[in-house]
């Protein structure tokens, strides 16, 4: 397909973005096809430092000896085209509500970059911490980004 797409590809440069197993695949078909990859480059998010990872062991340890969430302090989401609903922690995002109820939102980035997770909401109110994956249209119509829009009460999603 490749070879289809841009016939001239092995006399390019190429630049790669996206999730890691895909850039894996991208540079293996490279390799195999000869591709001078010197003339590849990557551009990656990156993945968790290891700084990162340490923190969340040690929230997940305090979680563990945290008291339970008080049931007032939940969050109802409603999905509304499946007619299937949840209630959520505080922080919990849309999409990790719609994953606990089997609903594939499509997700790429898990950032706010890339906007594949977007999403109606019909009501309530979340606080969204993009990337630029939206656009001031988008959200004014009342579009979020299930993958870092976290309810500040209950909302409902048309999926």
Same mark, same amino acid.
């Given at each position: 397909?490749?070879?289809?797409?841009?016939?001239?590809?092995?006399?390019?440069? +190429?630049?790669?973005?996206?999730?890691?197993?895909?850039?894996?695949? +991208?540079?293996?078909?490279?390799?195999?096809?000869?591709?001078?990859?010197?003339?590849?480059?990557?551009?990656?998010?990156?993945? !968790?430092?290891?700084?990162?990872?340490?923190?969340?062991?040690?929230?997940?340890?305090?979680?563990?000896?945290?008291?339970?969430?008080?049931?007032?302090?939940?969050?109802?989401?409603?999905?509304?085209?499946?007619?299937?609903?949840?209630? +959520?922690?505080?922080?919990? !995002?849309?999409?990790?509500?719609?994953?606990?109820?089997?609903?594939?939102?499509?997700?790429?980035?898990?950032?706010?970059?890339?906007?594949?997770?977007? +999403?109606?909401?019909?009501?309530?109110?979340?606080?969204?911490?993009?990337?630029?994956?939206?656009?001031?249209?988008?959200?004014?119509?009342?579009?979020?980004?299930?993958?870092?829009?976290?309810?500040?009460?209950?909302?409902?999603?048309?999926?």
């Amino acid at each position: 397909m490749l070879e289809l797409m841009a016939p001239d590809f092995m006399e390019r440069e +190429v630049f790669c973005c996206g999730p890691t197993p895909y850039m894996n695949a +991208v540079k293996r078909l490279l390799e195999a096809s000869g591709f001078d990859m010197s003339r590849y480059h990557e551009e990656s998010f990156g993945a !968790t430092p290891p700084e990162a990872r340490a923190d969340a062991v040690e929230h997940a340890e305090q979680a563990a000896d945290a008291p339970q969430i008080d049931v007032a302090d939940l969050h109802q989401v409603e999905f509304t085209a499946s007619g299937k609903s949840i209630r +959520v922690a505080p922080g919990e !995002t849309v999409h990790a509500a719609a994953a606990k109820l089997g609903l594939l939102i499509p997700k790429a980035c898990g950032m706010g970059i890339c906007g594949t997770c977007k +999403v109606m909401k019909l009501g309530g109110e979340v606080d969204m911490e993009h990337n630029g994956g939206i656009t001031e249209e988008d959200e004014a119509e009342g579009y979020i980004l299930s993958c870092c829009s976290v309810p500040k009460g209950d909302v409902r999603i048309e999926f």
